[in-house]
């Protein structure tokens, strides 16, 4: 399988500012996603972004495909948006996701 | 819809016994997957299963043994449980694949503790 890396591996944010967690891959991708893991241990989908832009709220995900990248952006974080965000991926044909090591995001009020 | 469910959600096993870990959904997903979670390692995949009849292993498949024999249940099997299977386990579904526009649903999770 592709290898993952997720930067930064922590983040700490004041309630209200924006963040980018990044995400690189070893080849090319052809399923990305992103989770949150909240502090209560459940994974939860965010985006489903092989390419593209996708928004939800105060998230949205970037993947520029060529270049072997996903971007998440948080806007104006809440203390709910603190956890481990997980990116993960697959290539063509590849029925194994696989993820990289997280990174973990503090909000404080 | 109950979406995947695992069961139990604690367990504590000695050195050498066997057990299953339950994993099901109701939204008729062809892939299933189970998964590892261990401190600052991510996710780790152990095996997976693209329909009924079929699975195939994933990154960390030793120890471990699966069936699928109806769409809905995915079992884990544990053969002689190690200290070193001591790991937060995820069973995880996909409606049609990793290759097509469908996200993957994980379960709460099983804790899993090995003595």
Redesign the interface.
């Known amino acids: 399988g592709i290898q993952v890396e997720q930067s930064p591996p922590d983040l700490i944010l004041q309630e209200g500012a924006n963040s980018t967690l990044r995400c690189n891959f070893s080849d090319s991708v052809n399923n990305l996603q992103w989770f949150h893991q909240n502090p209560w241990g459940q994974l939860i989908n965010l985006f489903y972004i092989p390419s593209g832009t996708k928004q939800n709220g105060r998230l949205s995900a970037t993947t520029v495909a060529t270049e072997r990248y996903s971007l998440l952006y948080i806007s104006s974080s809440q203390t709910t948006d603190s956890g481990v965000y997980f990116c993960a991926g697959s290539s063509r044909n590849d029925y194994k996701l696989s993820f990289g090591a997280g990174t973990t995001v503090t909000v404080r009020a | 819809n109950a979406g995947v469910t695992q069961t139990p959600k604690f367990q504590v096993l000695k050195t050498g016994q066997s057990m299953t870990l339950q994993c099901a959904q109701d939204m008729n997903h062809e892939?299933m997957?189970w998964?590892r979670q261990d401190p600052?390692?991510?996710?780790?995949?152990i095996h997976?299963s693209?329909g009924a009849g079929i699975t195939?292993q994933?990154?960390v498949p030793n120890g471990y043994n699966v069936s699928r024999s109806t769409t809905e249940d995915f079992p884990l099997r544990l053969l002689s449980a190690a200290p070193s299977q001591t790991s937060?386990y995820?069973c995880?579904s996909s409606g049609q694949?990793?290759?097509y526009?469908?996200?993957?649903?994980?379960g709460?999770?099983t804790r899993l503790t090995v003595t």
């Open positions: 892939y997957s998964y600052g390692m991510g996710l780790r995949l997976y693209v195939d994933g990154e937060v995820f995880a694949g990793l290759q526009n469908s996200p993957l649903h994980f709460n999770g």
